[in-house]
């Protein structure tokens, strides 16, 4: 008997069913095609503003795109005329602010001999400013070149201001020590009733001066702007009366300046009386 009910117990045990799952065929193709969407979202969200970017960036590379549609000149010009640099900006504007050649618009409008410099401004989306610094002419430098107030020899000439302009000569090899030399006695003699109109200088580095009432100025080489300072104290003081009588004054002294006076006239007949 006790061998029988072993047995059964065994082929109960082995006939006990396993516990199983059944899954639908269609359950297991979404598991299969199932796609994580946040990975994907992030991925969107950083190519978008790219794709953006490089789409503007070709955009903006056509030059019908945005095209410049005014250009404004300013600049206290003496000198120049807006309408002389008129033809050369335009040619470099027919583009966008973004494709202009800033560079060679800058070059192209200072090989202009009365340019000092320029500057641009975009003022977006489609202003262009251009700022001009104008050379300032202080005398005429010989018969071909003129002196700028900055001390630069410019290789042109303004014929309308021929009269207005003192004229400088000078050798060659001294032009800027005579450049220098002029500047400072422009500004020292700033104020002083009678022009400059002339100013030589001879090899020797000696100065001889021509103002406007005709009288002549011998400098000479040594102490220059000391003896000037001296003629312009003896002219407010006694020569300012005389003046129309005077031909030459002779500052190459060492305290004091000698008067030669036009032709016919003595200090006697000057001071008579």
């Known amino acids: ?26 359950d297991s193709m979404k598991r299969s095609f199932s ?14 503003p790219i794709a953006a970017i490089t789409g503007s960036y070709f955009w903006i590379q056509n030059p019908e795109n945005l095209t410049i549609k005014s250009v404004e000149v300013t ?26 050649d ?11 001999p009365w340019v000092h410099s320029a500057s641009m401004t ?38 309308d201001k021929s009269n207005d302009l003192p004229l400088l000569y000078s050798p060659e090899n001294k032009g800027r020590n005579m450049a220098t030399g002029f500047l400072k006695i422009r500004k020292m003699m700033k104020g002083f009733p ?23 100025l011998k400098v000479g080489r040594e102490h220059q702007e000391k003896r000037l300072r001296r003629f312009m104290v003896a002219y407010q003081e006694s020569l300012k009366d005389v003046v129309e009588k005077i031909s030459v004054v002779d500052l190459r002294y060492t305290n004091g300046l000698a008067v030669k006076w036009k032709k016919g006239l003595t200090p006697s007949s000057i001071f008579k009386g």
């Not at 002389?84 to 202009?100: C, D, F, G, H, V």
């Not at 100065?207 to 009288?215: A, P, S, V």
């Open 122 to 159: 975009h003022v977006w989306p489609d202003k262009l400013t251009v700022r001009i610094y104008e050379q300032q002419p202080v005398a005429y430098w010989g018969d071909k070149a003129m002196l700028a107030e900055n001390g630069e020899i410019i290789k042109a000439v303004l014929a």
């Open 75 to 100: 600049g206290d010009l003496s000198v120049l005329n807006k309408t002389q640099l008129q033809p050369i900006i335009e040619s470099y504007a027919k583009t966008n602010l973004y494709l202009l």
């Open 35 to 48: 796609i994580s969407w946040r990975p994907v979202m992030w991925t969107a969200l950083l190519l978008a």
């Open 194 to 216: 009678v022009k400059l109109v002339e100013f030589k200088e001879d090899a020797r580095g000696s100065w001889k001066i021509k103002l406007e009432n005709g009288m002549t």
């Open 1 to 26: 008997m006790k061998t029988v009910n072993k047995k059964r117990s065994n082929n109960r045990r082995a006939k006990r069913p396993q516990a199983t799952v059944r899954v639908s065929k269609s």
């Open 102 to 112: 800033v560079d060679g618009l800058e070059k192209k409008i200072e090989s202009n």
